[in-house]
């Protein structure tokens, strides 16, 4: 089972930037998919972008234009780089490596989550 480690995480004010990080135990250009999801307190964890194997993108309505994902096959590291950070995305943002037909599908490897916190 692939296991994974994000990182990056932290506390910063509105209108700022972070770039999490996403290792793997894996080569990850074996992996069909690879995705950030987000989870806030009292609410369900959902998938903010996700990235195949050939580098197609996806992102939920809410981060797009302010959110990037990428990939780095030789570090076996993912990244989600936010940018114009807003109250609204604190939350615990995990990575996941997963396939993708029509949308992305989960895979059962999820690292242990990193929080990230924006002040207004």
């Known amino acids: 089972q692939v296991q994974l480690v994000e990182s990056g995480g932290g506390l910063v004010q509105a209108g700022g930037s972070l770039r999490l990080s996403c290792a793997a135990s894996?080569?990850?250009?074996?992996?069909?998919?690879m995705g950030w999801y987000r989870q806030a307190p009292g609410k369900q964890r959902e998938l903010v972008a996700a990235i195949t194997r050939g580098g197609r993108t996806n992102y939920a309505d809410s981060v797009k234009g302010r959110f990037a994902i990428s990939r780095d096959n030789t570090k076996n590291t993912m990244y989600l780089q936010m940018n114009s950070l807003k109250p609204e995305d604190t939350a615990v943002y995990y990575c996941?490596?997963?396939?993708?037909?029509?949308?992305?599908?989960?895979?059962?490897?999820w690292g242990q989550g990193t929080q990230v916190t924006v002040s207004s």
């Open positions: 894996i080569r990850i250009f074996s992996v069909n998919a």
């Open positions: 996941n490596a997963g396939s993708y037909s029509n949308s992305y599908l989960a895979g059962p490897s």
